[in-house]
């Protein structure tokens, strides 16, 4: 077993090219995930205890492929009217 020391003294454990996908997998589907973010589910990853070399590049591309985050993807955070602003005299 191999282990990375974090910035903030936490061993990491290193991760095979075989595991990866199964951690990424559970951390984005299963009880812990929520369908977060390339960079959040990187961060996620990291509480969890996990490193690899390509973590955030892998975290990005497997998010980009689920298929339940698209449906949400186009998603506007906007009011469906003009706003009209109030003034307080």
């Not at 199964?22 to 369908?35: D, L, N, S, T």
Request: net charge positive; glycine share 4%; hydrophobic share 35%.
């Amino acid at each position: 077993m191999l282990y990375r020391r974090s910035y903030d003294v936490i061993l990491l454990c290193y991760l095979s090219n075989t595991e990866v996908q199964e951690v990424i997998k559970e951390a984005h589907y299963g009880i812990c995930g929520v369908h977060q973010p390339g960079p959040k589910l990187k961060n996620r990853l990291h509480r969890l205890g996990y490193y690899w070399q390509k973590m955030i590049v892998d975290a990005v591309q497997y998010t980009r492929r689920c298929k339940a985050c698209q449906i949400h993807a186009d998603f506007l955070h906007q009011s469906p009217e003009l706003l009209h602003p109030t003034v307080v005299v």
